[in-house]
């Protein structure tokens, strides 16, 4: 069973840049497909950007390509959101989440969360 914690998050302006790190423990990470995921006051949480097992494929939410980057380096049981471009409606709190599945946007299908971590964009 791998447990999951995110950081990075914090306070940025519009058009700004934040890199989220999600660190994994207890399990053998390369087996595990990774996503973020968000959820915003009064809304449901929604996929944000989703890496296969070595990192050669990824996804995204329409709403986030071409300005956020989902990487993941093996070796440091680690993945990464790169955020830039940053928008008010950025604004959500970000969750690392990990499957043995298949790589997929529906948080559903992912076994294993983190607790989370807060990004917010003022407008």
């Known amino acids: 069973q791998v447990q999951l914690l995110e950081s990075g998050g914090g306070l940025a302006q519009a058009g700004d840049s934040l890199r989220l790190s999600c660190a994994a423990s207890?399990?053998?990470?390369?087996?595990?497909?990774m996503g973020w995921f968000r959820q915003a006051p009064g809304k449901e949480r929604e996929f944000v950007a989703a890496i296969g097992r070595i990192g050669g494929t990824t996804r995204y939410a329409d709403s986030v390509q071409g300005r956020f980057t989902i990487s993941r380096d093996n070796a440091k049981n680690a993945v990464y959101l790169q955020m830039n471009s940053l928008k008010p409606e950025d604004t959500a709190l970000y969750y690392c989440?990990?499957?043995?599945?298949?790589?997929?946007?529906?948080?559903?299908?992912?076994?294993?969360w983190g607790q989370g971590t807060q990004v917010t964009v003022p407008s």
């Open positions: 989440a990990a499957d043995r599945g298949s790589m997929t946007k529906w948080a559903s299908r992912y076994a294993y």
């Open positions: 207890g399990g053998t990470f390369s087996l595990y497909v």
